[in-house]
């Protein structure tokens, strides 16, 4: 333990009589060389399991901004996140304040209000309002945004015999494959997300 302390101090002692410049490149030198060591591309990699209009917005907003930034993106919708590429997304994609003790309403409602009948479309056509004031892109200016962006849609197969859908039933550009295919991408890359 001595012996470490000992080499540490030594190091700060050393690096105390550098210039700014060479602190720079000693960083640059050891970026470089852990590049070197693990040459990972810039790539991300998402999964998104959920189906409601709040959750279709961030994988969707992540992959777009990843791949303007030049990273190659693909997203892996698995169970309920197979609303967001579900032909009839806009229908599917709702949201509901039952269970969802964030969600801003206009006033202040107690628990047992926001299950009663009718608070699911309110609260859907609220969000929906909040967004459009905001001129925040809809759920499928994301997708188009996403397909001419060339991020990967990739509906889980398992999930669809599961659930009993047909490639028929999803929007144009998506392509179709299992945990193991999508994890062949992710595993290449430095950035993968569960959303």
């Known amino acids: ?8 101090v030594d190091r700060i002692a050393a690096a105390s009589s550098l ?27 998402l999964i998104s399991s959920k189906g ?3 959750w279709a917005y961030p994988p969707l907003i992540l992959a777009t901004t990843a791949a303007a930034s030049g990273m190659e993106t693909a997203i892996f919708f698995t169970f309920y996140g197979l609303n967001i590429i579900h032909k009839d997304f806009e229908k599917k994609l709702k949201v509901s304040p039952v269970g969802n ?11 047992i209000f926001t299950s009663l009948p009718g608070m699911k479309p309110f609260a859907t056509s609220m969000m ?18 996403a397909l001419e962006s060339e991020v990967r849609l990739i509906a889980c197969q398992m999930t669809m015999e599961v659930f009993g859908y047909k490639e028929s039933d999803f929007i144009d550009g998506v392509e179709y494959g299992g945990a193991a295919a999508f994890l062949s991408f992710a595993r290449k890359g430095h950035v ?4």
């Open 1 to 8: 333990m001595r012996v470490v302390q000992e080499a540490s």
């Open 19 to 45: 210039g700014e410049e060479d602190v720079r490149r000693i960083v640059r030198e050891e970026i470089e060389r852990a590049a070197k060591k693990d040459p990972a591309k810039k790539q991300l990699a």
């Open 52 to 54: 409601t209009l709040d």
């Open 101 to 111: 003790p964030a969600m801003p309403m206009p006033v202040p409602m107690a628990d």
């Open 128 to 145: 929906r309002s909040m967004f459009k004031k905001k001129n925040v892109a809809t759920i499928g200016e994301l997708m188009d945004a």
């Open 192 to 195: 993968s997300l569960f959303v």
